[in-house]
């Protein structure tokens, strides 16, 4: 709780006499201070459990569920779709050819090393491996991306319907907890923005 104190603000008085009312200011104080003070409050562990098991109760059938999409960065030699080096941090448009620019009558090429690292990580999550699978162009203009698709997976992932296990720490309740794992999909990196001063 934070409480401020205030000094050397006038503030006028009104009051009644003979039937009138008149004001007057009251002089400033010389000096201004503000003061906080802190005041903790402890909470009993049962009244934490009960407030928790009413917000329960009071969620009406709800449950919050939250997704979290995450985007692992391979280390490979080349690109995903074409024999372009991988050279993160190499000059602007320096490793490019007509295959990652989308030029007419170019087709990708998928890398063997990329679908390796794709079926790894969907054993490692516990996941269904997809003994068939394809790719969808995700059809869009951005500055990251001027060719104006994205080679990605839609509806058939590389993997799906995973979990991973977690012990979860006593300070933050212990127990173990299982999360579930959607899919695990391939697709190529959008290129990387940079702003300068000058606003290009």
Known sequence: MALPLLRGITTPTLFRSNGMFCTTERPPLAHFTARTESVQTTVPKAAQQATKEATEQNSQGFEAVIGIETHVQLSTITKAFCSCPYNYG???????????????????????????????????????????????????????????????????????????????????????????????????????????????
């Open 90 to 200: 190499s000059q602007p448009n320096s490793t490019v050819c007509p295959t990652c620019m989308g030029h007419p009558g170019t087709l990708p090429v998928l890398n063997a090393e990329v679908v390796e690292c794709a079926v790894k990580l969907g054993l490692a999550l516990n996941c269904d491996i997809s003994m068939a699978s394809k790719f969808d162009r995700k059809q869009y203009f951005y500055p990251d991306l001027p060719k104006g698709y994205q080679i990605s997976q839609f509806d058939i992932p590389i993997a799906e319907k995973g979990y991973v296990d977690l012990d979860i720490p006593l300070e933050f309740g212990g127990g173990h907890r299982r999360f579930g794992i959607t899919r695990v999909h391939m697709e190529e990196d959008a290129g990387k923005l940079l702003h300068s001063e000058s606003g290009s």
